[in-house]
């Protein structure tokens, strides 16, 4: 048995600790591992879906993984607690905090269910907590879309998402993590040779496809990243097996920075942050306009 | 000329399942011969997943040109000619490359 303490404020950088904790319990033999939530004070929609690939995944792998200090009263335990993370990965009996406004239900997602998540859950959520006209919701919403899909097209049996309104700081995060192969294992089907941030680059180029399925056709990331960075203003982070990708404004327009981490991201991670302030002027992408061919 | 109203085939056109039920509409029609007009009424924006299915897939059976001059896109809005146009134009530049 292995206690595993959770840092204190958790997020896709900080998971690198408790990932190479959990290997290391695991490659000792341990059976049972044990996730701390005591010290834990903050934790942002990336975080907790990773975690809770981290948790699923691990308990395919060992006997089991359970959850210590989840009736604590720090403020990240009863932020999971209130969005149903505890009740949806747990088989304990803790009493659940009412839901917050400012965030919508922590969801697994398997198969085709990201198509009601999105339209029964998600579009109403966002219209109603962050107050923007149907025509921004619906632009939003086909962006969200290219995160969702990703689950049902590239990810495996089962995937997460999560998001979480910060009105103080205008910023809506939506986050999705799938428990796939990863977005580098796919593209070096078709470049063997590219390492896995530089995969990430490639996967985000317009046109680029693996052909995994007949669904794609390599022009989601890029969809996504238009929207979010070039047209929103906000930032796109992509992680994946040992890569990662941040997609933000530069001088020059949407830049993409990527780097090689030093642990191994199962599946795929991805987190939208965007400006609500600026979300409204997303209602000019939507103008009715004449069709003409180029 | 054959209409495809799109809302009266589907209920998002939000998947990859139900562009391909408008490709199947579409395809046919250009197959006889026919100018089709493709009405995104009622709909602001859409995912690339359908726009690979109903639209983009047809470059696997028919040439651009025959796609440009018997393709008509109508009832749209700037996010779906942006896409439309995008994927049309990338798929163009990957014909001319082979």
């Given at each position: 048995m292995a206690l595993i303490t959770l840092p204190r404020n958790l997020n896709i950088d900080t998971m690198r600790g408790v990932y190479s904790r959990c290997w290391e319990a695991v490659a000792a033999g341990d059976k049972i591992l044990i996730l701390d939530f005591k010290t834990l004070h903050f934790i942002d929609p990336m975080g907790t879906t990773a975690l809770a690939c981290l948790a699923v995944g691990f308990s395919d792998k060992v006997a089991s993984v359970s959850f210590l200090?989840?009736?604590?009263?720090s403020p990240a335990v009863r932020y999971l607690n209130s969005a149903g993370f505890f009740e949806s990965l747990s088989d304990g009996e803790e009493a659940r905090l009412a839901a917050r406004e400012t965030t919508i239900e922590f969801m697994p997602i398997s198969g085709t269910e990201h198509v009601n998540f999105l339209h029964m859950r998600l579009r109403p959520w966002i219209a109603r907590e962050v107050r923007l006209s149907s025509d921004t919701v619906e632009s939003l919403s086909a962006c969200i879309a290219e995160m969702l899909q990703n689950i049902e097209h590239h990810g495996g049996a089962l995937g997460f998402a999560m998001a979480q309104h910060y009105p103080k700081k205008s910023e809506l995060r939506i986050a999705v993590a799938d428990r796939g192969l990863g977005i580098p294992v796919h593209v070096r089907r078709v470049l063997?040779?590219?390492?896995d941030s530089a995969a990430l680059s490639k996967a985000c180029e317009?046109?680029?496809?693996?052909?995994?399925?007949?669904?794609?056709?390599?022009y989601g990331l890029d969809n996504l990243i238009r929207y979010?960075?070039?047209?929103?203003?906000g930032t796109v982070t992509l992680r994946s097996r040992y890569g990662m990708l941040v997609a933000r404004r530069g001088p020059n327009g949407t830049f993409l920075h990527t780097q090689v981490v030093d642990w191994d991201c199962p599946g795929s991670a991805v987190q939208i942050v965007l400006r609500t302030d600026t979300l409204e002027k997303s209602d000019e992408f939507v103008r009715p306009e004449v069709f003409e061919w180029f | 000329m054959v209409l495809v109203r799109i809302k009266d085939h589907v209920q998002?056109?939000?998947t990859y399942e139900e562009g391909q039920l408008i490709f199947d509409l579409i395809a046919p029609a250009l197959a006889r011969g026919e100018v089709v007009a493709v009405s995104f009424e009622g709909i602001k924006a859409v995912p690339s997943s359908f726009i690979n299915a109903s639209l983009l897939q047809l470059t696997d059976r028919f040439s651009l040109d025959d796609i440009r001059s018997r393709l008509q896109i109508v009832d749209s809005t700037h996010f779906i000619n942006d896409l439309i146009k995008r994927g049309f134009q990338t798929a163009s530049e990957k014909h001319t490359a082979k």
């Open positions: 200090g989840v009736e604590g009263d063997p040779n590219l390492k317009r046109g680029f496809t693996t052909k995994t399925n007949v669904t794609n056709r390599g979010v960075v070039g047209n929103n203003g | 998002y056109a939000y």
